[in-house]
């Protein structure tokens, strides 16, 4: 019975508690973005002071390893976490290991035009993303409302 599990670290100790538990031998996931920002590339941490642990059979040593604050439970075993969250993840990675977060469609304040759903037809200005399928329009009848991204054009 295997599967990932969340592991809470100590601030900044992500990569730390990583290589800590690789060398007790487990399977580790930490996803990383890789940004440019002004010319300037950057790594950070996806989810900071999270990282996903393969859980196989033991895992209470885990709970010693330094930088480890605790481990995310269900009862008294490590919650699962579904096996399909970890490989979007991976599958999200570009050729250097980095996960790519998709760009905004839109520009805030762009006018836009509802092509399905319950407000097909109406306009309005975009807002944001507020993640990768869901966006957030101001539309002109009814205000502030949170659409799929299926249904804009």
């Known amino acids: 019975m295997s599967y990932w599990a969340v592991v809470h670290t100590q601030p900044s100790s992500e990569r730390k508690v990583e290589g800590r538990l ?47 604050t605790r481990v995310l439970l269900d009862n008294d075993r490590p919650a699962r976490l579904p096996t399909r969250f970890v490989e979007e993840l991976k599958g999200r990675e570009n050729r250097k290991g980095y996960i790519e977060i998709p760009r905004e469609r839109y520009r805030r304040g762009e006018r836009i035009k509802i092509t399905g759903g319950v407000f097909e037809g109406q306009y309005g200005l975009y807002v944001s993303a507020k993640h990768s399928d869901r966006e957030i329009i101001l539309l002109d009848i009814l205000g502030s409302v949170e659409l799929a991204s299926s249904d804009l054009f």
């Open 22 to 68: 690789t060398q007790q031998g487990f399977k580790c996931y930490l996803p990383i973005l890789g940004e440019r920002k002004a010319g300037v590339f950057r790594e950070s941490v996806l989810f900071p002071r999270y990282l996903f642990l393969f859980v196989e059979d033991q895992w209470r040593c885990v709970l010693g390893t330094f930088g480890v």
